[in-house]
């Protein structure tokens, strides 16, 4: 069974920096691309960022360009997203999900998420 | 960007009615549509992808169709557990992203 599992969100100042961890279990991990979305509170489903198997392709929303970066360890079955210059709107529940493919495609299995709130 | 607009925005129908949700791509994207299904306090499901194949474990009342432009969500028999708000998504290989409709909102009459 797929297992994912967000962690490293909280409360953040704006202008800091936060990181994100997901663990994966229950498939092969460098088989699938993996991405980040996010939901604000009351709001619809924002892609943020994806990262092919082998991190050769990664793909950023217009929003978190420049300040987000996605990353991968396959060896630990780990995807990340660092965070730098957090802003108000970047507050959010945070999925991690897997892909059907290698490359971006459709998320077939998402984590629980992880709540980041950027406040002062 | 290729943009996705879902309607209606919001829709109230009754047990055992065939319900209709509908995801208008600004360009063709072929059949590289998928639907999700977000139940309240839930995480989003992947009900079909490819613009027609079911999900593993999806029921069959739940249909898609569709291509290019124009796509389809169909539940042929509402049932209560279908309450929920439904998202479309496209891919695009390179450079590797999504982008997901706005999301229809189900509920029951």
């Known amino acids: 069974e797929v297992h994912l599992v967000e962690s490293g969100g909280g409360l953040v100042q704006p202008g800091r920096s936060l990181r994100l961890s997901c663990a994966a279990s229950g498939f092969t991990f460098d088989d699938h691309a993996m991405h980040w979305v996010r939901q604000a509170p009351g709001k619809g489903l924002e892609w943020v960022s994806g990262?092919?198997?082998?991190?050769?392709?990664?793909g950023y929303a217009d929003a978190v360009k420049g300040r987000f970066t996605i990353s991968r360890d396959n060896a630990k079955n780990s995807l990340y997203l660092q965070m730098n210059s957090l802003r108000g709107e970047d507050t959010a529940l945070y999925y991690c999900?897997?892909?059907?493919?290698?490359?971006?495609?459709?998320?077939?299995?998402w984590g629980q998420g992880t709540l980041v709130i950027v406040s002062s | 960007d290729i943009q996705l607009t879902q309607s209606p925005s919001s829709l109230s129908a009754s047990v055992g009615d065939r319900v209709t949700i509908t995801c208008r791509a600004s360009q063709g994207i072929k059949n590289f549509l998928a639907w999700y299904q977000q139940k309240p306090g839930k995480v989003p499901k992947l009900l079909i992808y490819s613009s027609v194949t079911l999900q593993s474990g999806v029921p069959s009342r739940f249909s898609g169709s569709g291509s290019g432009t124009d796509f389809t969500l169909t539940i042929s028999s509402l049932q209560p557990e279908d309450v929920a708000t439904y998202y479309c998504?496209?891919?695009?290989?390179?450079?590797?992203?999504?982008?997901f409709g706005q999301g229809t909102r189900l509920e029951i009459k």
């Open positions: 998504q496209k891919y695009n290989s390179a450079p590797g992203s999504i982008t």
């Open positions: 999900a897997k892909d059907r493919m290698s490359v971006a495609e459709y998320l077939d299995s």
């Open positions: 990262i092919s198997w082998n991190s050769d392709i990664r």
